[in-house]
């Protein structure tokens, strides 16, 4: 028997790890993910053919980011996802705010520009298509805070607290929708605050911290919501399968606590990126004035000190 027409097994077992991570692909997300790393690989590669470098820990984190998307979205994570609100949760959680972290760490888009070719004159390749994307008027809108923020925030009680959520549950291709906005709503809120790839909107590392946290204790009260509640507030979980053996308050509370506990680790993972950057740009700043001081034999020194005896021969 099906489940809301997605084609999950209403007989499914009672959950435990080992049978969540059996092979049971969405062919959408498998296509993708393997769609990802194909064209990520073939941008390193062609990038090593004419002897650029490229950071592995970059191929390493986009690699992770995809496999977190295969893990919740190929296996049967997915199948219990249609059926059992707490493991649904832990998609949601994983795919909106792990796998966008890590892919962003990959730099995608600062590999696309460095290893599509430049398009002849006159024309526009792939390469000046990205451009004008990452330039246009509709890129600083969606990445600029006054919209970020909001999406983020709205994907949660937007959601799950209006019809919307059980009708996207309906079909397979409401759920696939749901899952790819998800992870989009996750990708548009953490790149400008990753500030790793190119994009109109690029705020100091301060702001960064500051955009971040503004969204992730809303995750929190999310979580706390549902653990408070007294009945089952979503429609597509109210009645689950006998064959789990779960009730189904139970395991929204769950759902409620994964969903809390989510907004903390993004918001590490996202802080010790940002230390990162900061001090590698305090650096390179450094080397920048230590440079500057050699050129012109430290000329800013010469004069402060010059300033100081002025002072000095005043005072006298």
């Given at each position: 028997?099906?489940?809301?027409?997605?084609?999950?097994?209403?007989?499914?077992?009672?959950?435990?790890?080992?049978?969540?991570?059996?092979?049971?692909?969405?062919?959408?997300?498998?296509?993708?993910?393997?769609?990802?790393?194909?064209?990520?690989?073939?941008?390193?590669?062609?990038?090593?053919?004419?002897?650029?470098?490229?950071?592995?820990?970059?191929?390493?984190?986009?690699?992770?980011?995809?496999?977190?998307?295969?893990?919740?979205?190929?296996?049967?994570?997915?199948?219990?996802?249609?059926?059992?609100?707490?493991?649904?949760?832990?998609?949601?959680?994983?795919?909106?705010?792990?796998?966008?972290?890590?892919?962003?760490?990959?730099?995608?888009?600062?590999?696309?520009?460095?290893?599509?070719?430049?398009?002849?004159?006159?024309?526009?390749?792939?390469?000046?298509?990205?451009?004008?994307?990452?330039?246009?008027?509709?890129?600083?809108?969606?990445?600029?805070?006054?919209?970020?923020?909001?999406?983020?925030?709205?994907?949660?009680?937007?959601?799950?607290?209006?019809?919307?959520?059980?009708?996207?549950?309906?079909?397979?291709?409401?759920?696939?929708?749901?899952?790819?906005?998800?992870?989009a709503v996750g990708l548009i809120f953490f790149w400008p605050i990753m500030g790793i790839d190119p994009g109109p909107h690029r705020p100091g590392h301060?702001?960064?911290?500051?955009?971040?946290?503004?969204?992730?204790?809303?995750?929190?009260?999310?979580?706390?919501?549902?653990?408070?509640?007294?009945?089952?507030?979503?429609?597509?979980?109210?009645?689950?399968?006998?064959?789990?053996?779960?009730?189904?308050?139970?395991?929204?509370?769950?759902?409620?606590?994964?969903?809390?506990?989510?907004?903390?680790?993004?918001?590490?993972?996202?802080?010790?990126?940002?230390?990162?950057?900061?001090?590698?740009?305090?650096?390179?700043?450094?080397?920048?004035?230590?440079?500057?001081?050699?050129?012109?034999?430290?000329?800013?020194?010469?004069?402060?000190?010059?300033?100081?005896?002025?002072?000095?021969?005043?005072?006298?």
């Amino acid at each position: 028997m099906d489940h809301s027409g997605h084609g999950t097994t209403m007989d499914l077992p009672p959950f435990t790890l080992g049978r969540a991570l059996e092979y049971s692909p969405d062919l959408f997300f498998l296509i993708g993910c393997l769609l990802a790393l194909a064209l990520y690989g073939w941008g390193v590669l062609r990038l090593r053919r004419r002897g650029d470098a490229w950071s592995a820990g970059r191929t390493v984190a986009f690699t992770a980011g995809v496999l977190t998307v295969a893990l919740v979205m190929c296996t049967k994570l997915n199948d219990y996802g249609m059926v059992m609100f707490s493991v649904h949760m832990v998609q949601h959680m994983v795919i909106s705010m792990v796998s966008p972290i890590l892919l962003l760490l990959g730099a995608p888009v600062t590999l696309a520009l460095r290893a599509l070719p430049v398009a002849g004159r006159g024309h526009k390749g792939p390469r000046e298509l990205l451009l004008m994307v990452l330039h246009s008027r509709y890129a600083r809108i969606v990445t600029h805070p006054a919209f970020t923020i909001p999406l983020f925030i709205a994907s949660l009680y937007g959601l799950y607290f209006t019809p919307l959520f059980d009708f996207l549950m309906g079909s397979r291709t409401g759920h696939v929708a749901m899952m790819v906005h998800f992870l989009a709503v996750g990708l548009i809120f953490f790149w400008p605050i990753m500030g790793i790839d190119p994009g109109p909107h690029r705020p100091g590392h301060l702001m960064r911290m500051l955009e971040l946290f503004a969204g992730m204790p809303f995750h929190a009260f999310f979580g706390i919501a549902l653990m408070m509640a007294s009945e089952p507030m979503v429609a597509a979980y109210r009645d689950p399968p006998g064959s789990l053996g779960i009730d189904a308050l139970t395991d929204q509370n769950a759902a409620g606590g994964i969903a809390w506990a989510f907004s903390e680790i993004p918001s590490v993972l996202v802080l010790i990126a940002l230390v990162y950057q900061w001090y590698r740009s305090e650096q390179r700043q450094a080397r920048r004035s230590d440079r500057a001081a050699d050129r012109d034999g430290d000329k800013e020194l010469a004069e402060y000190n010059a300033y100081l005896a002025s002072l000095r021969a005043r005072s006298q």
